[in-house]
């Protein structure tokens, strides 16, 4: 089955851009979405199709997906940044999520 | 918008049946727009998806619960529902159902999940 690989944790200084990886076997013939998740709400996407920001997400969140990683980055974090994000891919008509990453902004 | 809200007990039995609906409101279960999906999150964070259901695409489950997921859809009360079946402690979960968007651009699939419901906890007891 497929599988997608996140770091556990990443950290950040506020107003410095943040990175998460999303790593997969030919990751970049896939659309890649990311939902983040803070502390007891439901996920929600913040970018899809690797780089599509819907309304409402502020532009600081922007994405890429190439070769085997797809990356999503927070420019100018905020502290209200601060929740797990995951990413998530189609793969055979199944959908795959990454393990999750914990953003922690201080 | 679409919302959706999950509806069950909290609480399951081992070996019996976990049974789940969700309630779309906002817009027809009928469309042909979103593809009607189940996805649990375990207590230590990760997200699984359990399967989908479309009109225009058919049933999809995980290849890792096939064998003991049904999902169904009530056209006339606008729900579709989850069976897991038989269940056990690694069950429990925040079960949520949510609409994905599916289409092509540029010869490739997308698929995400666009609209989330809030969750509903399921404890499997023994």
């Known amino acids: 089955s497929y599988e997608l690989t996140q770091p556990p944790s990443v950290s950040v200084s506020p107003g410095q851009t943040g990175s998460i990886t999303c790593s997969g076997d030919?990751?970049?013939?896939?659309?890649v979405s990311w939902y983040q998740q803070k502390p007891g709400q439901s996920p929600v996407v913040v970018i899809y199709q690797d780089s599509k920001r819907p309304s409402g997400v502020p532009e600081r969140f922007s994405g890429s997906n190439s070769g085997n990683t797809a990356t999503l980055t927070i420019s100018g974090t905020q502290a209200m940044d601060e929740a797990d994000y995951y990413c998530?891919?189609?793969?055979?008509?199944?959908?795959?999520f990454g393990g999750g990453t914990k953003l922690t902004v201080l | 918008q679409v919302q959706l809200q999950e509806s069950g007990p909290g609480l399951v039995k081992s070996s019996q049946t976990l049974s789940l609906t969700c309630t779309v409101s906002?817009?027809?279960?009928?469309?042909?727009?979103?593809?009607w999906s189940w996805i649990r999150q375990f207590p230590g964070k990760g997200l699984e998806w359990i399967g989908y259901?479309?009109?225009?695409?058919?049933?999809y489950y995980s290849p890792s619960l096939k064998s003991r997921v049904t999902m169904s859809v009530d056209s006339s009360k606008n729900r579709f529902s989850l069976n897991l079946s038989p269940v056990t402690a690694a069950d429990t979960a925040v079960y949520y159902c949510a609409g994905a968007l599916t289409g092509t651009a540029l010869n490739y699939y997308y698929h995400y999940i666009d609209v989330w419901g809030k969750g509903t906890t399921v404890t499997v007891s023994s």
């Open positions: 906002g817009g027809s279960i009928s469309s042909s727009d979103y593809y």
């Open positions: 259901i479309s009109y225009t695409d058919g049933m």
């Open positions: 030919k990751l970049g013939d896939q659309y």
């Open positions: 998530q891919a189609w793969d055979s008509r199944t959908v795959v």
